[in-house]
């Protein structure tokens, strides 16, 4: 059901999207620190979501399509966020955009294995690369002036979340292809059968 605890964590994610985009907009160092636990926040759910659902064996078909939609939103809203702004510090526009053509692509890619019911497993190395890539987006956003809030002013908190950025683009090719192979394989007919007839 939509009001179990693990979809209700789930749909969090969503419900804080409009709370962060407002708070990175009013560019402050207080709103920007405020963000960082906002997005933090929300990223640490989606750990507890599959894991609660697990241990109350109360995994549902609205938690499974909802999961993966609640992420890739706030992912895709964070990276707009710090794009349009300006805040991807250097050369991190471009494991940005890697960021968010891998999402579309496993989206795709869910979308026609589901057609012919084959899941498409999160690999450990996904998993990775999901925490990589939430904790440079959390560390951009909130950013030199956020990090004043916190007394880590000292630390190079924009080169820490670039090179978590970078590290999460470099584990988004390698997950993004090996999910690719993965469609391949179950869209090739079996040998013998031909191929399906096209789209119109």
Not at 91 to 97: D, Q, T
Not at 110 to 129: D, H
Not at 172 to 185: I, K, N, Q, S
Request: glycine share 8%; aromatic share 6%.
């Amino acid at each position: 059901m939509p009001t179990d605890l693990p979809n209700l964590l789930t749909l969090s994610r969503i419900a804080a999207i409009p709370l962060l985009v407002l708070l990175v907009a009013l560019r402050t160092p207080l709103t920007d620190a405020a963000a960082c636990c906002v997005f933090s926040a929300a990223a640490i759910t989606d750990y507890f979501d599959g894991k609660i659902a697990r241990q109350r064996k109360s995994i549902s078909g609205f938690g499974r399509m909802l999961d993966p939609i609640a992420d890739k939103l706030l992912v895709a809203a964070a990276l707009m966020l710090l794009a349009g702004l300006g805040r991807l510090p250097g050369l991190s526009l471009y494991p940005a955009i890697l960021i968010m053509l891998r999402e579309i692509l496993v989206s795709g890619l869910r979308e026609f294995l589901a057609e012919l019911r084959i899941g498409l497993p999160v690999t450990r190395l996904a998993k990775w690369k999901t925490g990589f890539q939430m904790g440079a987006l959390g560390t951009l956003i909130a950013g030199e002036t956020g990090a004043t809030i916190f007394h880590l002013s000292f630390l190079p908190v924009a080169l820490i979340g670039e090179a978590m950025l970078w590290t999460a683009a470099a584990l988004t090719l390698v997950t993004g292809w090996d999910y690719l192979r993965a469609g391949l394989r179950s869209a090739a007919p079996p040998p013998g059968r031909p191929e399906p007839a096209t789209r119109p």
